[in-house]
C-alpha cells in the first residue's frame, strides 16, 4: 500500500510558467516532507523541505505547500526554465529517529522552451 | 565537493552469481542507507545503518545483506541474485541531526543476465 503517492507521470509546462506538482499522504505520523530532483543516470537531488509544524518553506524559485488536513504537499516552480526538466520526487519522514523516508513514484516535469 | 560516490555504476552479472557493490562518502555522515530502485517505482529501503547499528527492513530479501566496515564505506552483497533483482541501488548518507535530508549518489544499475 503506497503511503506516498504522486499521481501525476508526467506535467508538460512551457518555459516562463508556473510548475505545480502534487503529492498525497495517507501516513498522519509523517513529520518532515522533501522535495527531490533526478536528472537521468543521476542520483536524486535534495530540493527542498518542509516541516509538519509549517504550512510554506521558500527557495529562490522553489515553494512547497503543505496541507496536513488534506495530506497533500505541492511543490511550485516560478519561472518554470528548461533546466528544471527532470524527475520530480516527493519523500516523507515516518516520524521515527530513523529518518526512513518513504518516497513516490515520482513526476516527469517537461519545461518546453 | 563532498560527496556519496557508488561504483560501478553499472554492473552486469549472472543469475546466481554473488555481486558487491560500493558506496563512499566523505560527509562523514554517521547514517548509510540503501535503496532499490525499479523502473517507474518509487526508491525503496532496504537497510540502513545508523553508525554501527544495523537495521533491515522488514520487507528486504535474506538474499541482501549489507557491511559497513567503517564511516565511509558501505558495501550491498547479493548472495544469489535473481532476474528479479535487477534494478538501480541508491546509496545515501544523512547526519542523525533532527530534520536533515538524505544525500544520494548516482547509483548502481545491475542488470542480471
Known amino acids: 500500500d503506497q503511503q506516498v503517492k504522486q499521481n501525476s507521470p508526467s506535467l508538460s509546462v512551457q518555459e516562463g510558467r508556473i510548475s505545480i506538482l502534487n503529492c498525497d499522504y495517507t501516513n498522519s505520523m509523517f513529520d518532515y516532507f522533501l522535495w527531490y530532483k533526478k536528472y537521468p543516470a543521476e542520483g536524486p537531488t535534495f530540493l527542498i523541505s518542509i516541516s509538519s509544524i509549517k504550512d510554506k518553506n521558500e527557495d529562490g524559485r522553489f515553494t512547497v505547500f503543505l496541507n496536513k488536513s488534506a495530506k497533500h504537499l505541492s511543490l511550485h516552480i516560478v519561472p518554470s526554465q528548461p533546466g528544471d526538466s527532470a524527475v520530480y520526487f516527493c519523500a516523507a519522514r515516518d516520524g521515527g529517529a530513523t529518518n526512513k523516508l518513504i518516497f513516490g513514484t515520482g513526476t516527469l516535469l517537461a519545461v518546453q522552451p | 565537493d563532498a560527496m556519496v560516490i557508488q561504483n560501478p555504476r553499472y554492473q552486469v552479472t549472472q543469475f546466481g552469481k554473488p555481486v558487491t557493490l560500493s558506496c563512499s562518502q566523505t560527509l562523514n555522515h554517521n547514517v548509510m542507507y540503501w535503496y532499490q530502485q525499479k523502473s517507474s517505482q518509487a526508491p525503496k529501503l532496504l537497510f540502513h545503518?545508523?553508525?554501527?547499528?544495523?537495521?533491515n527492513e522488514a520487507d528486504t530479501p535474506d538474499n541482501f545483506q549489507s557491511r559497513r566496515p567503517n564511516t565511509s564505506f558501505c558495501f550491498l552483497d547479493i548472495r544469489s541474485p535473481g532476474l528479479g533483482d535487477a534494478a538501480m541501488y541508491l546509496c545515501?548518507?544523512?547526519?542523525?541531526?533532527?530534520?536533515?535530508?538524505?544525500?544520494f549518489g548516482d547509483g548502481t544499475r545491475l542488470s542480471i543476465l
Open positions: 545515501a548518507t544523512s547526519t542523525s541531526t533532527y530534520n536533515q535530508p538524505q544525500h
Open positions: 545503518y545508523y553508525d554501527k547499528d544495523f537495521n
